[in-house]
């Protein structure tokens, strides 16, 4: 099983980005995936999370500027970031809290990151 993250990169503040997240393998069930952050110097945060059954939540920072998708057939999360601003920039992060396969179950799965950094 890997978690995979695409679409970061530089953009001027008030620009958009999307990140892409697919989680590849044989894959039963997924739980919560979410997009975290790292500023750099700061520690990693919660930006989105989506529940499979549609419920999201936000970062107070970010909340009406980004948006959280999931497709559970692909096993893919997207993070639209609209009106980026100086202060977004950071490694992003694709989680996934649980997910169960043909192995058994398995916790909290990180991608390797991607970077998005924006310009003001």
């Known amino acids: 099983v890997e978690v995979v993250e695409s679409g970061g990169g530089l953009v001027q503040a008030g620009g958009s980005l999307r990140l892409s997240c697919t989680v590849s393998?044989?894959?039963?069930?997924?739980?919560?995936m979410g997009w975290y952050r790292q500023p750099p110097g700061k520690q990693r945060e919660m930006v989105a999370r989506i529940w499979s059954s549609g419920d999201v939540e936000y970062a107070a920072s970010v909340k009406g500027r980004f948006t959280i998708i999931r497709d559970n057939a692909k096993h893919t999360a997207s993070l639209q970031m609209d009106s980026l601003k100086p202060e977004d920039t950071a490694v992003y992060y694709c989680?996934?809290?649980?997910?169960?396969?043909?192995?058994?179950?398995?916790?909290?799965?990180w991608g390797q990151g991607s970077q998005v950094t924006v310009s003001s």
């Open positions: 989680n996934v809290d649980r997910l169960t396969t043909p192995r058994g179950p398995r916790f909290d799965a």
């Open positions: 393998g044989s894959i039963f069930t997924l739980g919560v």
